[in-house]
C-alpha cells in the first residue's frame, strides 16, 4: 500500500565531502513524529532489483 508518493531534490550538505541531504515533507514529518536534531535509523533492503527503505525514528 502506498500512503505518500513524493518527488524530491537532492543537495550537497557538504560540497567538500560529497554527502547529500534531502528535505522530509511535512507530511512525513508528522507521520514519523520527528524535529530538528533528532536521529533516524535507515535500513536500506535489495531485493530482485527493487530498493526498500525503511526510516524510523531513533528512541
Known amino acids: 500500500m502506498i500512503m505518500f508518493n513524493y518527488t524530491s531534490k537532492i543537495n550537497y550538505a557538504n560540497p567538500e565531502t560529497k554527502s547529500l541531504k ?3 515533507p511535512k507530511e512525513i514529518v508528522k507521520v514519523l513524529n520527528v524535529k ?3 536521529t533516524m535509523n535507515w535500513q ?4 530482485d532489483g527493487e530498493i526498500k ?3 524510523k525514528k531513533q528512541e
Open 53 to 55: 527503505v525503511i526510516a
Open 44 to 47: 536500506v533492503d535489495i531485493e
Open 36 to 38: 530538528p536534531g533528532d
Open 22 to 24: 534531502v528535505g522530509l
